[in-house]
């Protein structure tokens, strides 16, 4: 309306730029549909755009294996759940708005943090806030039971996403690969069913 406005006024380059402002923000917030495959072990990103690294860490004592993924402002950026889960836990931590990409934002960044435990174990998901997103909404909580490939919510403009999962799943993505959410899959756990939510308080054995 404000580009056809100004149009209709004369105002050339104020109609360009506000047609180029408004396509850019319809873009930013599309959201496609994306089919999981079929595998029942494969955890699936939770987020489009790179992988920027793949660490080992410790989380609460426990070894964990981290894939950080940099979403840039043209990215899709709604995420999704990288297994089927119940959500256990859900942290806001503030922050600094440091470059997403740097590998300091995992611990310095403002980012929301959520749990979901699983048939692969628990897995972290790490909504990392970036130079120009300033919002982070997630829109579950804690006793959510979430499929793998649901949309859990999204970080507005450039910003991360990191998932930390147990060590003894195969890692299926490198640094430097582009990953779509809730289709590409980063990592098989081997005889775990993921497709399966398990019960509050339960672990699936495999079997």
């Known amino acids: 309306m404000i580009a056809g406005g100004a149009l209709a006024l004369g105002l050339y380059p104020a109609a360009v730029l506000f047609l180029i402002l408004t ?18 072990s494969a955890i699936v990103s939770p987020a489009d755009g790179r992988v920027v690294q793949i660490a ?36 806001y931590q503030k922050g600094r708005f440091g470059i997403a990409s740097g590998e300091r934002a995992s611990a ?7 749990t979901l435990e699983s048939a692969a174990g628990p897995v972290v998901v790490r909504q990392i806030a970036g130079l120009l997103a300033r919002r982070i909404v997630f829109w579950k909580r804690v006793g959510d039971r979430l499929e793998r490939g649901e949309r859990v919510g999204l970080i507005k403009f450039g ?17 430097g690969d582009r990953v779509r959410a809730g289709s590409t899959v980063l990592a098989v756990a081997e005889g775990k069913d993921v497709t399966r939510t398990p019960a509050s308080g339960a672990q699936d054995g495999g079997e």
């Open 23 to 40: 396509l850019f923000i319809l873009n930013f917030f599309r959201d496609p549909e994306r089919t999981p495959p079929e595998h029942p």
């Open 159 to 175: 910003s991360r996403v990191d998932v930390l999962l147990e060590v003894a799943v195969d890692l299926r993505v490198k640094t």
């Open 108 to 114: 310095e960044n403002e980012q929301n943090v959520f």
């Open 56 to 91: 080992e860490e410790s989380l609460a004592g426990r070894p964990v294996r981290r894939v950080s993924i940099f979403m840039s402002p043209v990215d899709v950026h709604v995420n999704r759940a990288p297994v089927s889960g119940t959500v256990s836990e859900v942290v």
